[in-house]
Nanobody, 113 residues
Framework: QVRLVESGGGLAQPGGSLRLSCTSS????????MNWYRQAPGKKRELVAH???????TYADSVKGRFTLSRDHDKNTMYLQMSNLQLEDTAVYYC???????WGQGTQVTVSS
């Protein structure tokens, strides 16, 4: 069983920043396609950011220019740097390894003044 562990969520004010982390001890996540998803209350889970095995990143229009996905090979960790946070960014954020349909437990991000 593949285990993904997210961390870094919390409370931020509008315009603030948070950095989420996702790590695993079961595989080299820096060498595969990986995703960040989020799910807000009452809404469907949505894809926020994607990185290919070669490091090409794509973003949802709603976060483009504000969120940055990166990976640290040595730490076997994927990050989601979130800047200029908005109220609508409030959600549970999940990392995902699509090839094995592996998901983390999620980390809550709340943006509130």
């Amino acid at each position: 069983q593949v285990r993904l562990v997210e961390s870094g969520g919390g409370l931020a004010q509008p315009g603030g920043s948070l950095r989420l982390s996702c790590t695993s001890s079961d595989f080299a996540l820096s060498k595969v396609h990986m995703n960040w998803y989020r799910q807000a209350p009452g809404k469907k889970r949505e894809l926020v950011a994607h990185i290919t095995d070669t490091g090409v990143t794509t973003y949802a229009d709603s976060v483009k220019g504000r969120f940055t996905l990166s990976r640290d090979h040595d730490k076997n960790t994927m990050y989601l740097q979130m800047s200029n946070l908005q109220l609508e960014d409030t959600a549970v954020y999940y990392c995902n390894w699509p090839n094995f349909n592996a998901w983390g437990q999620g980390t809550q991000v709340t943006v509130s003044s």
